[in-house]
């Protein structure tokens, strides 16, 4: 995929759609600040990522990914009917790229959790957010809580991570990169469609990507009534909800003080980790997931929202 280090810088002052259905910045989000919004969107995604660890043992996490995506691209369809007629070669290329990206990210997040503990699988994929963030801020104050982010991340592994599984940290490390990517090109999806009509395009892309993957680890298994429902609710937490709290949050701050933000997940997933799946936290992990609290309330209070 293109770099995403090239393309960031513009997204600050954009009012992007890369997460997001078309929503109106009014009711209930006029009230929230964009810290509220993303620890709603975070608690939607990650205990929606804990429901699919229990969904794994049915589907498998190759089926949980093609569930999630596909169901997701259904809705997102329904809702915004996006046309497709009338578009460009270079926005069919962004919509695959996008959609590729979306996939990628899914996928090989699934392959971490199944692996090692979900709040240390989300705290090694947010690694790719926060060097996002550190390439396209222009604050040298957004460096040094990105750079205290980055201390709690390496604290969690305890400095070679060797406490984890190697290939699931290997598959964390690829789901940040690609959630790098992600930002960068849903970005440039939400500048060149209209409202979410790339959003749901790019999804159903994705879909596509991960149903071989999907039916051929799972078949018929997907077909389950109570696996299609649980994978219904995996793609609602996970996918059309935060999106739309994301898109919110993104109309308020700049692109990469959102993408400090994104630090916040592990400890959100880490709480789920320990309601839903019984996953307990040393005393180190859970000063790694304080500092990458504090680095994400720093960034914010270091950054003026923008109208």
Do not use: H
Request: hydrophobic letters at 55%; proline letters at 6%.
């Amino acid at each position: 995929m293109d770099s995403p280090v090239r393309d960031v810088t513009p997204v600050a002052p954009v009012a992007a759609e890369p997460r997001g259905v078309p929503v109106r910045d009014g009711g209930a989000g006029r009230g929230l600040g964009p810290v509220a919004l993303v620890v709603t969107s975070g608690l939607s995604v990650q205990f929606g990522a804990a429901v699919a660890v229990l969904l794994m043992p049915r589907a498998g996490a190759l089926g949980v990914v093609t569930l999630r995506l596909v169901l997701a691209a259904v809705v997102l369809l329904v809702v915004c009917r996006p046309r497709v007629r009338g578009y460009g070669r270079a926005d069919w290329g962004t919509i695959v790229a996008f959609g590729t990206a979306m996939a990628g990210m899914n996928v090989l997040i699934y392959q971490s959790s199944s692996r090692i503990p979900l709040g240390a699988a989300v705290t090694l994929e947010v690694l790719g957010p926060l060097i996002l963030s550190v390439v396209a801020s222009r604050r040298w104050t957004n460096l040094l809580w990105a750079g205290l982010a980055l201390v709690g991340v390496v604290l969690l592994g305890g400095g070679g991570f060797d406490r984890l599984d190697p290939l699931g940290a290997a598959f964390a490390l690829g789901a940040g990169g690609m959630w790098a990517a992600y930002i960068v090109f849903g970005a440039r999806t939400g500048r060149r469609f209209p409202q979410a009509d790339g959003l749901a395009l790019a999804m159903a892309f994705g879909a596509l990507l991960s149903l071989p993957l999907g039916l051929a680890e799972a078949g018929d298994r997907l077909l389950v009534p109570s696996t299609l429902a649980l994978g219904l609710a995996v793609a609602l937490m996970s996918s059309v909800l935060p999106y739309t709290l994301e898109l919110l949050a993104l109309r308020r701050i700049p692109a990469p003080t959102f993408a400090i933000l994104m630090s916040l997940e592990p400890a959100i997933a880490a709480l789920a980790g320990f309601l839903v799946l019984s996953q307990a936290l040393s005393a180190a992990d859970a000063l790694a997931i304080a500092l990458v609290i504090a680095a994400s309330i720093g960034a914010v209070r270091a950054t003026r929202p923008k109208r």
